[in-house]
């Protein structure tokens, strides 16, 4: 069964629900973090330096989220190249 969820869009400080569709999950920094052992600081690094995927949803000023299709892409690459 597909999941939904609904949006939340900030528009000049009025919140407006959008209509609910489907959405793939959306990871935080801390659940990256333990999918891929790394800290957030390491990540950040490797971000800077091209070397891990940026995140895909930045939904605040402070909070983003990153697809989880970005990070299992970046994971079975990276086991690729290991293999090698």
């Known amino acids: 069964m597909p999941r939904y969820t609904l949006i939340l869009k900030v528009i000049i400080g009025v919140y407006v629900f959008s209509e609910v569709m ?25 971000i800077k330096l091209g070397k891990f995927p940026a ?10 989220r990153w697809s989880e299709s970005s990070i299992n892409e970046w994971i079975e690459k990276t086991h690729e190249q290991k293999k090698h």
């Open 22 to 46: 489907m959405a793939e999950n959306l990871l935080t920094i801390a659940q990256v973090c333990e999918r891929v052992s790394m800290s957030a600081s390491h990540i950040r690094k490797r």
């Open 55 to 64: 995140a895909t949803h930045r939904l605040s000023t402070r909070m983003v």
